[in-house]
């Protein structure tokens, strides 16, 4: 079945750098992926999204590359701060009615 | 900025008893979700409902499981004889009409089963 994994389970840096977040899938047919934020107690919210006619697309400190080739995607955090401490998952919306799969998460934590 | 509202934040059942868990959509969004989170693990969807029917559903949500939209506001999650495993967070996501739009999720309702 379809699948989306995240390569390391944690991540911590230091207040200023940047993050680098990643995310595979397997589904090769999948054309539409977003990334959530999930803070503890409360649900996913919404960061960031992409399509697969896209390789990169940049928000507000907020960077995802899309490589198609490799089934692989990636959110980059510029000047992590201490509030961007959370679960990070990445979703492979897989159908026409919209179905989510999500990776495991990553945790960050950003130290002072 | 709309949101996803659910209720109640958390839920206290006997194993066996029914619950309905409740969610308020945004309010010009099309497409509704119910998904579920084990403690510690990821985000597992259970069924997606469109135009008044279930679009697609995973193999979690058995018989036991139903959903329904009574009015033009509430989108519900029913789930008739809980069950020890039941026990997760709960969450309501829904979407604008079209499949590259986002889902927006609320904050969940913690479900207990004793």
């Known amino acids: 079945g379809e699948s989306v994994g995240l390569h390391l389970p944690t991540l911590s840096v230091q207040e200023g750098d940047n993050s680098i977040i990643n995310c595979a899938y397997s589904n090769s047919a999948s054309d539409y992926f977003i990334w959530y934020k999930q803070e503890s107690g409360k649900g996913p919210q919404f960061i960031i999204d992409?399509?697969?006619?896209?390789d990169k697309r940049q928000g507000q400190r907020v960077t995802v590359l899309l490589n198609k080739t490799v089934k692989h995607l990636s959110l980059q955090i510029a000047a992590t701060q201490p509030g961007d401490s959370a679960v990070y998952f990445c979703a492979d919306a897989l159908s026409q009615g919209g179905k989510l799969i999500f990776g495991q998460g990553t945790e960050l934590s950003v130290k002072p | 900025e709309p949101e996803v509202t659910q209720t109640p934040s958390h839920q206290v059942t006997q194993m066996g008893q029914e619950v309905i868990l409740r969610c308020v959509p945004i309010s010009n969004h099309l497409y509704f979700y119910w998904y579920r989170q084990i403690l510690g693990q990821k985000v597992e969807f259970l069924v997606s409902f469109y135009n008044n029917e279930i679009s697609e559903k995973s193999e979690i949500f058995d018989d036991q499981f139903s959903v329904e939209r009574p009015d033009g506001s509430n989108f519900t999650l029913k789930i008739r004889s809980t069950k020890l495993e039941d026990s997760a967070m709960y969450f309501c996501?829904?979407?604008?009409?079209?499949?590259?739009?986002?889902?927006?999720f609320g904050d969940g309702t913690r479900l207990s089963i004793l």
């Open positions: 992409i399509r697969s006619n896209m």
């Open positions: 996501a829904s979407r604008g009409a079209y499949s590259n739009q986002p889902q927006h």
